[in-house]
């Protein structure tokens, strides 16, 4: 791989130390909160990544392909995801797509309120994660499996027929990652901390913690318009995120002339912003290894390399 023109000529000093994963295998497994419902992530440059169900999706994974190109790594990225829907859906309807190939590393999560018939209920995740690990390793015994810890949705928390209601967004979030830990656990798999990077992301005043009474000035919101699902800077952070968990770098290495970001229209600042939760929450947890400064450049972004 090659570095794409949005970063500086001084990256490939900042990231020649990282180990090159020699075209690992990965596998994004999900629902809308994967392929990015209500953004212009969903279709992004869907032609970089294999959509195991030729429905066209880029969504995070291709984000994901991005950000690992412009790092110099090599995957072969592929996603299998289908709206609203859990890990059951996927062991029950979609076996066959995920056994074409022994993955190398796969990333998965359920139901956004854990379970859809049973909001809060994290039994059925737990029983689902563990069955996934065994399809997957049965394939592969090697494979590294990540749960993506998803956000907390304001239609949960803010209206009065949320699950969540009268409480925050950030305890909905704490709740979801309890029972990823949970399923972790059961799956021998890790966690990737996606709604504790948006709890942080609005503890800090990066972002707006309710979109129902307007966003303050100067503040991301990082739902769409639904409340529901991601806007692009809320599908950016997660990306950043899973990237970071993945392959151990620290998000900022990629800078605020990050290609994918200037394609999808946020501001350098907002870059800055996101990569700097992003590596926060990684580094809380100790999943950066390798640290690097943000490449220093005056230039202006550039559109991504041509694939």
């Known amino acids: 791989m090659r570095f794409g023109p949005s970063l500086c000529t001084g990256c490939a000093v900042l990231l020649a130390a990282v180990p090159v994963a020699a075209g690992e295998r990965v596998l994004f497994v999900g629902n809308s909160f994967t392929f990015g419902a209500g953004s212009a992530v969903r279709f992004y440059r869907n032609h970089t990544v294999d959509d195991l169900n030729d429905e066209g999706v880029g969504g995070v994974p291709a984000l994901f392909e991005s950000f690992t190109e412009q790092a110099g790594l090599d995957y072969d990225v592929a996603l299998e ?113 996606v709604g504790d990077a948006w709890n942080r992301a609005m503890a800090t005043g990066v972002a707006d913690p309710n979109p129902y009474d307007g966003i303050d000035a100067g503040k991301l919101d990082l739902w769409t318009y639904d409340h529901y699902h991601a806007s692009v800077p809320g599908y950016y952070l997660e990306a950043l ?52 400064q943000p490449p220093q450049s005056e230039s202006n972004p550039q559109r991504c390399e041509a694939r």
């Open 81 to 193: 995801t289908r709206g609203g829907t859990g890990l059951d859906f996927h062991l029950a309807e979609k076996r066959a797509l995920i056994d074409r190939r022994g993955w190398d590393v796969v990333v998965a999560h359920g139901y956004s309120t854990l379970d859809r018939d049973r909001p809060r209920d994290p039994a059925k995740l737990v029983a689902t994660a563990q069955q996934f690990a065994d399809v997957l390793r049965a394939k592969n015994p090697g494979v590294e499996l990540y749960l993506t810890a998803t956000w907390a949705r304001a239609d949960q928390v803010y209206p009065a027929e949320g699950a969540w209601t009268g409480q925050t967004v950030a305890t909905m979030a704490t709740d979801i990652r309890a029972a990823y830990d949970a399923a972790a656990a059961a799956a021998r798999a890790a966690v990737i901390p």
């Open 241 to 292: 995120v899973v990237f970071g968990r993945v392959t151990g770098w620290d998000p900022r290495a990629l800078g605020d002339r990050e290609c994918s970001a200037f394609e999808l229209g946020l501001s350098r600042a907002q870059v800055r912003a996101l990569q700097q939760v992003a590596f926060d929450e990684l580094a809380a947890m100790g999943a950066v290894a390798h640290n690097a």
